[in-house]
DNA sequence: CCCACTGTTACTATAATAGTAACTATGTTA
DNA sequence: TAACATAGTTACTATTATAGTAACAGTGGG
């Protein structure tokens, strides 16, 4: 939890964000002593941050158990945030698009610090299918992980190095800096990046990475998944290099734009 | 802004989500007057609030112009939410299939209050493409409200009809009291209702109510859309009357199971 | 250049929260 | 059945966070 001494710092807010976070896919369910303990509250405090947000609808509270949900206001405001999110409606069609012509599954994200932020994904019907992660700190596994990695700039790249060797997802996943290393010094020549099973056995991705054009920084990445029945790298890399990086500089554009 | 003054409330959390939630799809920017006004909150109080946020990273500020949208945080908490709500996995992979053996636009919706809330949609590639509202109050114009009305209780249902005559959103759109309850008395006993483009132009729809069992109190409804150029209103019944009762059933069994 | 507006900061009375502690309810173990 | 453990709820204040006023700064338009 992010603190801040400051007096234009609303701390109730915070904490409450907090709480209202615990709740996620695996975790749909929870007691208030857990909610206490996780976010680091005291059970009073907790009690009447729980209890704002059933009272507002954020939450519902089982009479019998206690255990506490998240309610349908909760559903309302989740959707209207993402809807909110003014770059999605911007890329949306794009992806859509592309997708369409090559009925190819298409991940976009952003990148945060050091993590990657689901923004928009679109599933070809016959992809393999995997629960995607909506953050992801395994940057050194992912396609759109390398192909951000290979247009960081150093002290970033440096950062995430320290934290090396990463952790192994598939027998393919690279734990090595110096194999990483190579890797992304290729992948920002050639302006694709590859994904060989490395974060799913049977999924091969190939990756771009999105720009800021105007401070020349690198605002996410996208990635095309495809199952290793159907394509080799080699295959992936001839059908579709050209298209992924030209939807990256497409959707670059509006990145650049939308943050100017 | 719903107000409580008990001691376990906190006032803060609640004018904080009412900010955050003043961003949506036709909002993605605003300034902080504007968000003062819309709030009720005095100007310093929505700064402090705005502040936090900012700092928390669900608000980004644009340095030269303030103006405020929501950042990568927001999108992430948004996702994580609507993940978090426990009835959309259970509803989803039943949706999804029937969705797959007829290829049309299945939308579910929940009822809270008056109003109808999206819970899961999924498109039919071909159908024409509408804005789909998050939450509706227009339970006069569609399917799902329809069959939402058909079943709520006596109360509850003389509550929405004191607002009559309702919105004409289309010239099919139904705004007589008198028509609807006869229409919805009809829906009752069949089991499903239909929308012939009283929502929007060219789109007719079939719904039927979702029902927690063991309360006997609606719960929501879905809806299969389809457009007027490929059917009718008698062939939408003889395709799929069958079906969407059969799914409504079948969900209903869950929403049952959830709730208790 | 002035005006009107938005955003930011300083200041303090007031109101809200944190934290302790006691109590209740529920379920578990001996 | 009693004792115990655990989770949730409430009462009570000291402390501290917030609301609101007011003044100031920055910006763009006329």
Redesign the pocket.
């Known amino acids: 939890m992010v603190s801040d ?1 400051n ?7 915070e ?1 409450g964000l907090t709480v209202l976070g615990l709740f996620d896919k695996d975790h749909s369910r929870r ?4 909610i ?1 303990r996780l976010a680091g ?5 907790t ?5 704002t947000l059933v009272l507002l609808g954020y939450l519902s ?1 089982n009479a ?5 949900r998240l309610g349908p206001k909760a559903l309302l405001f989740g959707h209207t945030i993402v809807q909110g999110y003014e770059l999605l409606h911007m890329v949306k069609p794009l992806i859509d698009e592309v997708h369409r012509l090559c009925n190819v599954t298409i991940d976009s994200t952003l990148v945060d610090g050091q993590t990657l932020l689901a923004l928009y994904r679109r599933e070809a019907s016959s992809t393999l299918f995997f629960r995607q992660p909506l953050a992801s700190e395994d940057l050194h596994a992912r396609a759109t992980g390398k192909a951000v990695l290979s247009r960081m700039d150093q002290s970033d790249l440096e950062t995430f190095l320290a934290k090396a060797p990463f952790k192994k997802i598939t027998p393919n996943t690279i734990d090595q800096a110096s194999v990483l290393l190579r890797q992304i010094e290729e992948d920002r020549n050639r302006g694709y990046s590859i994904n060989n099973e490395e974060y799913l056995q049977g999924l091969i991705c190939i990756g771009a990475p999105l720009m800021n054009f105007q401070t020349g920084k690198v605002a996410g990445a996208i990635s095309f998944d495809l199952p290793t029945t159907e394509y080799t790298i080699e295959s992936l890399i001839s059908t579709y290099a050209g298209q992924v990086t030209k939807l990256a500089n497409d959707i670059s554009e509006l990145v650049t734009m939308n943050e100017s």
Do not use: D, H, M, Q
């Open positions: 001494p007096v234009y710092f609303a701390k109730t807010l904490k007691t208030l002593s857990e206490s509250i005291n059970k009073t405090s009690y009447r941050l729980v209890n509270k019998r158990s206690k255990a506490l």
